[in-house]
């Protein structure tokens, strides 16, 4: 199904195009996952219980939607002139992503409580197709940019270098988008716009300067979805790689705004928050350049669940120690989440490059390519647990009390939601650990072994 063909080789190029992805990718994700929840329930009046419902349905169908799409990009190629498989869906998807990211800033703060849950839930159904259009068929390109893994390595760890430095920007935003202490509407709207627009620009970008080198050349190959189903379920170490996932995304990446909240309502400085935000993604800058080399000499597995382990202690830690609503405690607070934070970052430097190994291991053993079909069954499980865990954080700050129509939360409260935040860190850290600990089942000689037979 492949045919020789010359082609550029793999190079700087391929790399900087790639991160430019997921810098894309992450203008919006980033975005949505640190402040949609605030901005619906604080600027335009969405109360918590009728978010949680949305993002659950938002996210069944965002994830439905993934292997809808997964196998369409597998089995139909858009544009008859088109050498590419994955590109014209990403060109696409790009146009819309950008278009709904908007929309959904738009403040509807003036819509009656039904006809805000029915634009939030209209509009977030709308970007996660758009979204899926784009981060599946990329998401894909991991595995025919090349096949070395090695190379893969350096792959994700440039596609977490385009997903930091959006990060890094949106750690600013708390100075841009707060107005004494409280969020505006307006610099929200504004912010998205501009958002979307370097969003737009990056996966531009990113189309013109990576290369797709394992191509099937026979378009008429159909990708059964039972079969790729069985695929992968019936890989272990994938079906490892896609729990670690689900926790960190819905108990880790997911409570984010958590984090807002704390300095907002404990520490009474929501601008602050930039601080903890920098601070916590220290340990990724630190771990990037090295990323290859510690994989080399320790494996993949070994990596992670030596990270994971030892965050998880300190999130333990970080529940006995006095952290109180002052400078002191502020200071204390920031540099626990560092540590905290290493085990997410570690796990956010190689994850794609696991999730490209256990494809192509499938490819191996079935002699079929199903890239898009298999990363959006993954993907699946991942959007699903945005959802799970969206929902989770909602519902957990009504438990501890939390008012999202307050300016000002009690002292108590207050408590709880730091509290609540650092529980929700440790249960991700928790569950990534164990998962890649017992579940995971590709040890350091194996991934040698792999790379020999390239």
């Not at 939030?120 to 025919?144: D, E, W």
């Not at 440039?158 to 004494?180: E, H």
């Not at 794609?352 to 002699?367: Q, T």
């Amino acid at each position: 199904m492949q045919e020789a063909v010359s082609l550029r080789p793999f190079g700087m190029r391929d790399k900087i195009g790639y991160a430019l992805g997921d810098l894309g990718c992450n203008f919006s994700f980033s975005l949505i996952s640190n402040y949609m929840f605030l901005f619906y329930t604080q600027c335009v009046g969405l109360t918590t219980e009728n978010w949680a419902w949305i993002i659950v349905v938002s996210k069944i169908w965002d994830a439905v939607n993934d292997i809808l799409v997964g196998g369409m990009v597998d089995h139909k190629r858009l544009g008859k002139k088109s050498k590419s498989k994955f590109m014209p869906w990403i060109r696409i998807g790009s146009l819309l992503l950008s278009a709904f990211m908007l929309l959904l800033f738009l403040p509807v703060d003036s819509f009656s409580q039904a006809g805000k849950a029915a634009w939030c839930l209209i509009v977030y159904g709308l970007y996660t197709t758009a979204y899926t259009m784009v981060n599946v068929p990329y998401g894909s390109l991991h595995s025919v940019i090349t096949e070395d893994p090695k190379q893969r390595t350096s792959l994700s760890t440039f596609r977490s270098i385009g997903a930091g430095v959006a990060v890094v920007l949106i750690m600013l935003l708390p100075q841009v988008v707060y107005v004494d202490n409280v969020l505006s509407g307006k610099r929200m709207f504004l912010v998205a716009a501009v958002f979307a627009l370097f969003s737009f620009a990056a996966i531009f970008a990113m189309q013109r300067m990576v290369t797709e080198r394992a191509v099937r050349t026979d378009t008429t190959e159909k990708v059964r979805y039972l079969s790729t189903l069985k695929s992968f379920f019936t890989n272990r170490a994938l079906l490892a790689i896609t729990i670690a996932t689900f926790a960190v995304v819905a108990f880790h990446n997911s409570s984010a705004s958590v984090n807002n909240l704390v300095f907002q309502f404990y520490f009474r400085d929501a601008g602050k928050s930039t601080l903890a935000m920098l601070a916590s993604y220290i340990p990724l800058v630190a771990l990037m350049p090295f990323a290859s080399t510690i994989v080399g000499k320790i494996g993949k597995k070994r990596f992670i669940v030596i990270g994971g382990f030892g965050s998880t202690i300190a999130g333990l830690l970080m529940l006995l120690l006095p952290i109180t609503p002052d400078t002191k405690g502020m200071v204390l607070y920031i540099a626990g989440l560092m540590l905290v934070n290493i085990g997410g970052c570690v796990f956010q430097v190689i994850v794609w490059a696991i999730v490209a190994d256990c494809i192509e291991l499938s490819y191996r053993k079935k002699g079929v390519r199903e890239e898009g079909s298999l990363y959006a069954i993954y993907s699946f499980f991942r959007n699903l647990a945005q959802g799970v865990g969206s929902a989770v954080v909602a519902l957990s700050l009504k438990v501890v009390g939390y008012n999202e129509t307050a300016t000002v939360q009690t002292d108590a409260v207050a408590a709880n939601i730091k509290t609540l935040y650092i529980v929700l860190l440790i249960v991700g850290l928790a569950i990534l650990t164990l998962a890649m600990q017992f579940v995971y089942n590709i040890d350091k000689k194996q991934e040698q072994a792999f790379a020999k037979a390239e």
